[in-house]
Each structure stands twice: as structure tokens, then as C-alpha cells.
């Protein structure tokens, strides 16, 4: 057992490194360790605590991995109103606004006209509530007067500092602290989010996904999304006169990130050569920003030449036209999704929009196509606003070339063949051939192996399409009785790909119940989903076998989920398919229920050595932990038990020696 000391020592140590890591991460974007190895000194600094509760304090980086369950949010009012600012699009609007503010600093005497230019994030308002250094509160904007008090979901934003550390004394000491800024979603952790969604739930842009994920009622999931926060307003400093320009600085002291792109303008030409400088830089940041927010830089002015009802005198944003560009649309392709939807794709002349170049684009459904009335060869107008995948807004009809053919809806799959068909109330169309249709089954196969589901690197897509093509695999099930041989004659394949791909799927089934139930795919069945439906149904044989109202009790899941998941389970290649994985070895039954495990480890300190054959480690310390046990490194007279593995050693002749029990995998299974 380690000493308060030793622990408190531990714990500064690991708090320290745990923020320096987050920084790199979310500030620097030079990330030095992987999830799992930043996951690891969490879970550490989250044990300790645990065993020493005296010692966690508010501003501990294990206070952002929420787990609150907030049912509602308190309506706060805001110190002083959240005003928006006035937009525009043009340069001369800028202009009008810059010789404005001129005139009324004129009116005070002011001759020197100091503004900051700064990026627009495009994220969602919040408000930050200091006291004492700590962090208090975090609310919406809301109606910029009240707002939604989301604190426990604010807390799990590692940008937003839980303490503020005031080393040169600038800021009052006995009242409050004001930052503002934007919480927002990397494009990175966006695109993170949106493939563990299933595909019909997945948000147009991280705008969305912010907006989405910040009003969640369990702060855990909130934590899981990683959003970032960007501050741009500081109240609260000593010297009221401080220019904006250094409350920014001073911002990045305090522990901030302002994003570090903001200027000094002395002259209307210093804005629009910011202005004009972002418009084709902004692309290559790792977040989205919609335009250039311009600030007096002069505070003390703010009061005095004030706001209209809704906005600030002494700010604009000027806001970036969506980028366009004109191009020819060569051909239009259908292609088929793992759920079988059509989807047609314009293959387009590539041109170059937005910092890259675009041949393709997204026409989402026939109706889009009808709408849009375009033809084949027209030439197009597209966009790239918000959304990361540029779309057609519309046809130049003065430009139609003699040669324009109307697009064709397919009547058959282009895939399969089989005759299409329209869900009532949808849409779009699909191909029923869920079976066969290699294209569905290839879609299956490859979110079974995508980085959420079973993470196997080894298949990619090539290798997907040669497998399906010659019937080698026609379910996630046939994978795993994949012999190197039959592997080593592919295309771009050869001995060493092929045991590794064979090694690879041996490492999956270690993989966990939870991730195998979002793996299969069944419509609807997220992430989020998958680890809900695992905690009440620990394993295939419970869960095949509830109906839609039992389902419908799970939290997040509703009669459309639940239908979907019976649908599933009906399905006759179901229990084929479950018997294949079970043959397999996969964690076909794996889970335990949480609220359901014993306790029989209580107390009982155990001891891992020699390789395990159905966990990995990271699992097996988790079982014992759920149960109360704790796991150690090293053996001693005082260990209650070691589970010794194949190949154990040293360790293991050690606990034989001290009379330590010993048992097998079976064993420890069996207590489980
Ligand atoms: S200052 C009174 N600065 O844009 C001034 N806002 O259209 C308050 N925004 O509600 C806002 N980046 O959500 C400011 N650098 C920035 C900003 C910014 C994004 C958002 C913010 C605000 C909206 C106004």
C-alpha cells in the first residue's frame, strides 16, 4: 500500500504531465502519445484518487472525464448581455464601419484608431465564471441575456482551464472573472465523431456537432467527443483600462488559447490585408472559422460609444462568402452503401475550390437531382460552406451545351442488379439485395474493420473488394477462417501481408463485446448505442432475444433503434453469423452487465504474469477493478492471488515459493 506522500506526490506529478500532454494535444497540435498511452496516466491518476479522496481537488484533470448526469440545465442570467455582432460580406461595408467608429471617436477626442482583427471560429457562445481562480460556471448564450448553466459538460473540455493561476496579480482578487470564446469541434475530431455514427445520423459540419454535443445530458459522452474552446473576451482585470490586444496576451497567460492569430490594425489597409491573407490561409487551420471579427482595441472606449440593441458599435465581423468555383459535370455515378442506399455521386471536371482540388461531389438523392434540374455536361456551380465535402448548388443554364442528357435513375442496382426500391417516407432509394449485394457486403466488411469497430489495419479496401469479388468472404463471420494461403496470391499481397492480416484478425477477438456489437453494423447502432446495449444485454443470446418494448427501456434508444435491432436478430443469416463468430472465438458473450457484477474480488489484490489467452491485459484489470480487487505488479507474501498465463516465469515460481495461490485463466474466468 503507498503512503498519502508517495501518492500526493505521484498525483502532482501525473497532473502536471496529463495537462502538458493535453496541451500539446488540443493548444500545439504536436500530440507525443497515443490515446491509449494518455488513457493509461489518466486511469492512473483516477486510481489513485480513488484511493486517496482527500487528495482530488476541483482543477484535477480526472474532474473532465465527466460521468454527471444532468437531467436539466439552470437558466442563468448573464452579468451583462451576450451581444452578437452586426455581419457582413463586403469590403466597403467594412470600410463604412471603420470611418464610423472614426467619427464617434472623434466625438471623444480620440485621434488614434487602434483595431484588432481577429479570426471568427465557427463554434457556439459560451460564458466562464471565475471565483477565486477556480472555474465556476459555464453557460450558453442562450438569448444573450440568459443562458443554460452547462457546467459539468464545460468541465470535460481540456482548453478550459478549471483553474486560473493569476502570477503577475493583474486581475481583481475578490470578484468574479469573465472569459468568453467559442466552443468548437476540430475538423479532426469531427470527422472522428462522425465515423462512429451510424451514417444516418452523422451531423453536416463541427458546427453542428458542437451544438449537438454541448446540451447532452451525460457529461461522459461529452467528454468522449473532444471539443476545444477558444477565448476572445476577458473581464475582470485590474486595470480597467487594459487594451483588448492585451487581455488577449494576457488570456494565453492565464492558461487560454486564443487561437494566436489576432493583429494589430493601425489602418483601414492592415484589415483588409488580414482580411485577404485568411481568406485562402484559413483552410489550412485545424478548425473552421467563418470569417475575421474586428474589435476597437481601445476597452475604455466600448462603454462610451456603445450598442445598438443587438450588436456593439465598436465590433463587425466580416464574414467569407461561401467559396464557389464553376466546373463541368462529366458523368454521374450510383454508388451503394453498407446499408444498401443509393446514393448518386457527381464526378466532376476537377477543379480547384477551397485550397484543394474537387472531382466529386455528393448529390444526396434523386430529388436533390430534380431539384437542382441539372443535366449531364451542364456546367455548375459549387460550394464548400460549412460542410467539408463540397456540394452542386446549381445548374448556369445559359451555358447548357447541345450535347446535355438528362441523368438516368437506375432501375437496377449498378451493383448487383437487382431491381431498386423506395422506402415509403424516405427519399432515397436502396437496393434490397441485402445479401449478395457485393457492394453491401463489402460496406459491411469495412466498417467491421474500421477504427471504432474492430480496428484492423491490415484490411483495406483493395483487399476488401478482391475478397468479396472472388467469394472469399461474403460476411464478417468468414474472415476469421481466412487461411494465409488462400491470402498470399492476391493482388498486391505476397507471404508477409498475408500472415499479417491473419495475425491481425487473431488479435481482434480480444477485442471487446461492446466494440464487436457496433461493429456488425445494424442500422442505427452507434457507438454510443453499442455501449448502452452492452450494459443491459451482456451478451448475444440475451440480447437476440428481447422485444422492442424491453429495448425501448435502454436510455438512448427509441422504437426506430429497437425495431432496427429486432430487425436485425430476425434476419435469417443472423444466427449463422453469430455461430461463425462464436466458432471464431469472438466476444460473442462477453460483457458483464455493470449494474450485475459480484464483488468477490473485494479487497483481494491480484497479480497478472505470463500471457493471457481470451483478455488483454488492459481488460483483465478492469474485470477485477468492477469487482473490487486491485491489481498489482510485483508478488509478495501479502498478494491474494496470481493469474499465471502461458510462458509465465519468474513471478510465478516467486508466488509458488511464497505459498501465494495460483491460478489458470479457466480459473479466473470462472470466478468472473
Ligand atoms: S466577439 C460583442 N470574437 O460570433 C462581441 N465573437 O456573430 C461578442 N465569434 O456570438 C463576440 N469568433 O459566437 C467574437 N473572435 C471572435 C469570435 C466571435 C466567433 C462568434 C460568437 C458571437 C458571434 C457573433
Known amino acids: 500500500m503507498i503512503d498519502i506522500i508517495t501518492a500526493s506526490e505521484e498525483i502532482a506529478r501525473l497532473r502536471l504531465e496529463i495537462e502538458r500532454h493535453n496541451r500539446l494535444y488540443y493548444l500545439e497540435a504536436k500530440p507525443e502519445l497515443s490515446d491509449y498511452d494518455f488513457d493509461k496516466l489518466l486511469e492512473k491518476l483516477i486510481a489513485l484518487e480513488k484511493l486517496f479522496p482527500d487528495l482530488v481537488t ?8 465527466g460521468g454527471a448526469i444532468t437531467r436539466e440545465f439552470p437558466s442563468v442570467q448573464h452579468r451583462e448581455p451576450m451581444l452578437s455582432l452586426s455581419n457582413t460580406y463586403s469590403l466597403a461595408e467594412v470600410e463604412e464601419f471603420y470611418n464610423r467608429v472614426k467619427k464617434l471617436l472623434l466625438l471623444e477626442g480620440v485621434e488614434q484608431q487602434e483595431m484588432v482583427a481577429e479570426l471568427k471560429f465557427d463554434g457556439v457562445a459560451i460564458s466562464l465564471i471565475y471565483q477565486s481562480g477556480l472555474l465556476v460556471r459555464g453557460a450558453t448564450r442562450g438569448d444573450g441575456v440568459q443562458g443554460d448553466d452547462i457546467t459539468p459538460n464545460i468541465k470535460t473540455i481540456p482548453s478550459v482551464p478549471l483553474r486560473i493561476v493569476d502570477q503577475k ?3 481583481v482578487t475578490d470578484g468574479e472573472v469573465e472569459v468568453r470564446g467559442e466552443i ?40 468522449r467527443r473532444r471539443m476545444s474552446f477558444v477565448a476572445y473576451y476577458l473581464k475582470g482585470v485590474k486595470d480597467e483600462s487594459t ?29 483588409t490585408s488580414f482580411i485577404e491573407e485568411w481568406a485562402e490561409g484559413r483552410w489550412t487551420l485545424p478548425y473552421e ?12 472606449l466600448w462603454e462610451k460609444i456603445g450598442a445598438t440593441s443587438k450588436s456593439p458599435r465598436w465590433a463587425i465581423a466580416y464574414k467569407y462568402a461561401a467559396q464557389q468555383a464553376t466546373t463541368v459535370l462529366r458523368d454521374v455515378v450510383f454508388q451503394v452503401g453498407r446499408l444498401g442506399s443509393i446514393t448518386p455521386v457527381a464526378e466532376l471536371e476537377p477543379v480547384l475550390l477551397a485550397g484543394s482540388t474537387v472531382s466529386r461531389s455528393t448529390l444526396h438523392n434523386f430529388d436533390e437531382i430534380e431539384r437542382l434540374g441539372v443535366m449531364l455536361r451542364d456546367r455548375v456551380i459549387i460550394e464548400k460552406s460549412g460542410e467539408v465535402i463540397p456540394k452542386v448548388i446549381s445548374v448556369v443554364l445559359e451555358e447548357r451545351p447541345e450535347d446535355a442528357a438528362p441523368i438516368e ?15 415509403e417516407g424516405e427519399v432515397g432509394y436502396y437496393c434490397p439485395n441485402e445479401e449478395e449485394c457485393p457492394a453491401q457486403i463489402r460496406g459491411r466488411l469495412l466498417h467491421f474493420a474500421s477504427r471504432n469497430a474492430m480496428d484492423i489495419k491490415s484490411l483495406g479496401k483493395a483487399l476488401v473488394e478482391q475478397l468479396v469479388a472472388i467469394k472469399l468472404v461474403r460476411d464478417v463471420g468468414d474472415l476469421y477462417f481466412l487461411q ?9 499481397m505476397g507471404v508477409k501481408s498475408a500472415q499479417n492480416l491473419v495475425r491481425a484478425l487473431a488479435e481482434s477477438r480480444l477485442k471487446s463485446y461492446e466494440r464487436l456489437l457496433y461493429a456488425l453494423g445494424i442500422r442505427h447502432v452507434g457507438r454510443a448505442t453499442a455501449r448502452e446495449l452492452s450494459a443491459a444485454y451482456p451478451s448475444f443470446d440475451q440480447l437476440r432475444v428481447a422485444s422492442e418494448e424491453e429495448l ?8 426506430v433503434v429497437a425495431k432496427s435491432i429486432c430487425d436485425y436478430f430476425a434476419k435469417t443469416s443472423t444466427p449463422e453469423l453469430l455461430e461463425k463468430l462464436r466458432l471464431a472465438g469472438l466476444p460473442i458473450g462477453g460483457g458483464e452487465a455493470k449494474a450485475q457484477v459480484n464483488r468477490n474480488f473485494e479487497g483481494l489484490t491480484v497479480l497478472f504474469t505470463g500471457g493471457l489467452e481470451r483478455y488483454d491485459r488492459q481488460r483483465a484489470s478492469e474485470l477485477v477493478a468492477e469487482r473490487g480487487g486491485r491489481v498489482v505488479g510485483s508478488v509478495s507474501k501479502k498478494t491474494g492471488m496470481v493469474v499465471a498465463g502461458h510462458d509465465a516465469g519468474s513471478k510465478l515460481e516467486k508466488a509458488l515459493k511464497l505459498g501465494v495461490r495460483v491460478v489458470s485463466e479457466d480459473e479466473f474466468e470462472a470466478m468472473l
Request: proline share 9%.
Open 243 to 271: 487594451p483588448h490586444l492585451q487581455r488577449l496576451n494576457l488570456l494565453e497567460e492565464l492558461g487560454f488559447t486564443t487561437g494566436n492569430h489576432y493583429r494589430l490594425c493601425r489602418e483601414l489597409a492592415d484589415i
Open 169 to 171: 496579480g493583474v486581475l
Open 58 to 65: 476541483p482543477d484535477s484533470p480526472s474532474q473532465r472525464v
Open 409 to 423: 435513375l437506375p432501375s437496377h442496382c449498378p451493383e448487383c442488379g437487382t431491381p431498386i426500391a423506395r422506402a
Open 484 to 492: 494465409e494461403p488462400q491470402l498470399e496470391n492476391l493482388e498486391r
Open 289 to 300: 472559422t467563418d470569417g475575421v471579427v474586428l474589435k476597437l482595441n481601445d476597452v475604455a
Open 552 to 559: 425501448s427501456l435502454v436510455p438512448d434508444i427509441g422504437p
Open 184 to 223: 468548437f469541434m476540430r475538423k479532426e475530431d469531427f470527422e472522428r465523431l462522425n465515423e462512429s455514427r451510424p451514417e444516418e445520423e452523422r451531423f453536416a459540419n463541427p458546427r453542428n456537432a458542437t451544438a449537438g454535443t454541448i446540451k447532452l445530458q451525460d457529461s461522459a459522452e461529452v467528454a
